[in-house]
């Protein structure tokens, strides 16, 4: 990790660790964003993380925010920092100025009436639409919202109304920046859920011993070891590079880590795992919710192997090892 973006990773956890606590996280289910958090980030530039230093951002790359929505991952955080940041960096790449306050992202046709599934869309301040000609801001006071929660309830709304002007901007990478950004506090809430697992599992006692002594736990917790470091080292590539096959292929293999830790975190844990008092089922239930966030895995298995179904025989395998050079269709 490179110094900035060690700097810039620390200085976040720094906020998280001052702003948000578990009642701040449950707020949340009753559609309250953490006021005191977003402020800070605010303030310290995270909301502008990718627009350029020209347009009064701090101009980070993919990976450095990557890096940052990793450990907002690993706390739980609530509300649309994803979309807040990919927001503002479209507004910049349009010559717009960027959004003051939280911004809810949607992706639709041209012309669109209704934007279905919006995280945040009613809770925020402006909504940006992306369509294939460009973006379209707008108040989200200005749609009739149809309030509906995620698997981690939080909110998920149905917007109904209408477009305002679109602003002309290739929008074509839009789609693969917001999964590999979203993968990032994906990474962080399985890491959490990891080093928790450990922990609980060399604190809990069963039949007289650590549960981490039993050889079933600790395969358990191998396996889901080896799920997050595969997950990492491919979704670290994916945000450096850019390329939509890695990021294909790191949305596919974080599809299968995020499984794993919900299954192996809940098995290790028991009950108490399930229980709100609980911290674990706030990083699993956003893991069942972002998986599927910016395409599903099936959506990016096909888009992974749309780039090697040409492929003849011959070529196949120098393709596939060098993946990260080549982009699926």
Known sequence: MSENRAFFRETVEQILADTLDQSRIEASERRMLPAALYKALEE????????????????????????????????????????????????????LEPADGLIALAFADDGAAVLHAVPWGGGVDHVLAVTPSGISLSASASWEMEAALDAADEPRDTLRGSLGAIVALD???????????????????????????????????????????????????????AHMLASAGIAEAAADAGRETLIAAARSRLGDAADAAIGIGHQVHGAMGFSKEYALNHRTRRLMAWRDDFGSVQFWRRRLAGGFVTCSREEFWPAIADTGNRRAA
């Not at 990891?194 to 809990?204: F, K, N, T, V």
Request: hydrophobic share 50%.
């Open 44 to 95: 310290n530039g995270v909301t502008r993380m990718l627009v350029p230093e020209g347009k009064g951002g701090i101009g980070a790359d993919i990976g450095d925010s990557f890096a940052i929505l990793r450990a907002m991952g690993a706390a739980a955080a609530p509300g649309p920092i994803v979309e807040t940041m990919l927001g503002n960096k479209l507004l910049a790449e349009a010559g």
């Open 171 to 225: 929008t074509s990478a839009t789609l693969r920046t917001a999964a590999i950004l979203r993968a990032g506090q994906m990474l962080g809430a399985i890491e959490w859920t990891l080093a928790r697992s450990i922990d609980y599992a060399g604190e809990r006692k069963q039949f007289g011993r650590e549960i981490s002594k039993f050889q079933v736990i600790q395969q358990m917790l191998a396996e889901l070891a």
